[in-house]
């Protein structure tokens, strides 16, 4: 019987897309195990979303997003001056370097855990990395959370201007009804590439090293990527340069999952005019969010904006309390896609190695 040596394992250890390729392509005994390490990958997928729709977040002490959230915060602190600076190359090399350290130290703890897994049966190893993979992604806080600004606006125009305050950085407070449900509509179509695709795609390409980087990226983007002043009092610090390269690096991981996303809302919406999605996601600061908010605006047919900055689909009407509900039930359906195509897969593999092609 062939054995997989240590070089091949550590070859293709973290990608489960590499798994996928070498059971495609090996000798048929070690095609075999290649395969059991892409239903691994697969059935941890399906843990992870089926832990987050029963249980939601851990515990903010068992989370590991927190304690990233916690070590780039003491590190801000270090990298970001007390006073404006321009063209601060020294924070932005501190800013880099401090970023590459701390996605080294990620990807290695994530990577030395892999190793440690039970393997046998190699269905516990699923089980396992979908445990691991869980905080990494973030789907029902998020519907929940965007739903609540929804339910607070019900009571009352201020009520909602301060759930929604919990969701995005911009000041809430002269925002009508319409643009509060604009504002929750474009947190759910972007959060959905960011919390939920994004992890699952650089979970596909790297693994849980790779999905747990990424993690790390979009919460340094949080905190350090917005130019200009930040925090209050002993806090506040001056991001222009200091948090330029975590919100470069941040768009450069999301460049294929914000794609992607576009592409599940337009598919799963019965199809978006493609030049007015192109034009909308052009219009936003960033390269990668007008593509799911413009995909999410065309297929509700509504309008999208930030007042004195973008507005999508300029041509759709005010969203309604219906529409904030459409649009979860249309992210909804790209989660369930996710979990029907690993079910698709799992048998299908499953049937071709039964079948003996493996």
């Given at each position: ?10 070859a293709?250890?973290?990608s ?27 059935i941890?997928v ?16 068992l ?16 990298i ?30 994530y ?18 990395m ?19 600004v929804?339910?607070a ?7 909602g ?26 947190t ?7 919390s939920v695709?994004a ?9 849980l ?11 340094a ?29 941040d768009?450069?991981l ?17 199809g ?34 930030k007042?004195?900055v973008?507005?999508?689909n ?45």
């Open positions: 019987m062939t054995v997989i040596t240590w070089s091949e394992l550590l293709w250890s973290f489960p897309l590499g798994w996928l390729y070498r059971a495609l392509t090996a000798a048929p005994d070690a095609a075999v195990l290649w395969s059991q390490n892409v239903l691994c990958a697969l941890a399906l843990v992870a979303l089926a832990l987050d729709r029963l249980w939601g977040e851990p515990p903010a002490w989370h590991p997003v927190v304690y990233m959230g916690k070590l780039l915060g003491v590190l801000g602190k270090c970001a001056p007390r006073a404006e600076r321009s063209a601060d190359w020294m924070r932005f090399a501190l800013g880099m370097l401090s970023w590459c350290a701390l996605a080294a130290i990620v990807f290695v703890v990577g030395a855990i892999l190793f440690v897994l039970p393997y046998q049966p190699w269905w516990l190893a699923g089980v396992c979908g445990v691991l993979l869980k905080p990494l992604l973030s789907w029902r806080m998020l519907r929940d959370e965007v739903l609540a929804e339910a606006l019900q009571q009352s125009l201020p009520a201007r301060e759930r929604l305050s919990w969701l995005v950085s911009r000041d809430t407070a002269q925002l009508d009804a319409a643009t509060v449900r604009e504002s929750a509509i474009e759910l179509a972007e959060n959905l590439g960011d695709i992890p699952l795609f650089w979970f596909a390409i790297a693994g090293p790779g999905a747990a980087v990424y993690r790390l990226a979009n919460t983007d949080a905190m350090w990527g917005y130019p200009g002043w930040r925090g209050q009092g002993e806090d506040r610090r001056y991001w222009q340069w200091a948090g330029k390269w975590a919100a470069r690096a768009d450069v999301n460049w294929v999952p914000a794609r992607l996303t576009a592409a599940w809302l337009a598919l799963l919406a019965g978006v005019p493609w030049s007015a999605l192109r034009r909308d996601a052009r219009v936003t600061p960033s390269p990668n969010g007008g593509w799911p908010m413009g995909a999410m605006a065309l297929a509700l047919g509504v309008h999208l904006s007042p004195g973008y507005r999508l300029p041509q759709g009407r005010a969203p309604e309390a219906a529409h904030v509900q459409q649009a979860v039930n249309l992210a909804s359906k790209v989660v369930v896609a996710q979990v029907v195509g690993m079910l698709i897969a799992i048998f299908s593999i499953a049937l071709w190695m039964e079948a003996g092609h493996a």
